[in-house]
């Protein structure tokens, strides 16, 4: 059964950083893309970073890009997204998420996956 547990959310001052994790279970991360969506109150999905495991490339969300960075802890089955220069605009629900599959899926801009957990509540606010 695939399960992913995101944990590190929290409230963080404008500037701040911040770094969420994600711990995969019911299959080897190092085996597939993983990725993160956010979904702020109100609005859609949000790709926010993927990482494919066929090539090694990462996808960046246009809003994140230079910012916020992903890592994954194999021997943990981990996945890291790392928060820096945080903005009021990246306060939102942040999931990780899978496709079991080798590649970022077509939807990844738009966060769409068929895993992905509960999420992890970031608010960025003075």
């Known amino acids: 059964q695939v399960q992913l547990v995101e944990s590190g959310g929290g409230l963080v001052q404008p500037g701040g950083s911040l770094r969420l994790s994600c711990a995969a279970s019911?299959?080897?991360?190092?085996?597939?893309?993983i990725g993160w969506f956010r979904q702020a109150a109100g609005k859609g999905r949000e790709g926010v970073l993927c990482?494919?495991?066929?090539?090694?490339?990462?996808y960046y969300g246009d809003s994140v890009k230079g910012r916020f960075t992903i890592s994954r802890d194999n021997a943990k089955n981990t996945v890291y997204l790392q928060m820096n220069s945080l903005k009021p605009e990246d306060t939102a629900v942040y999931h990780c998420?899978?496709?079991?599959?080798?590649?970022?899926?077509?939807?990844?801009?738009?966060?769409?996956?068929?895993?992905w957990g509960q999420g992890s509540q970031v608010t960025v606010s003075s």
């Open positions: 998420a899978t496709d079991l599959t080798a590649d970022c899926p077509a939807g990844v801009r738009f966060g769409v996956y068929d895993y």
């Open positions: 990482i494919s495991v066929s090539d090694g490339s990462t």
């Open positions: 019911g299959f080897t991360l190092d085996n597939y893309a």
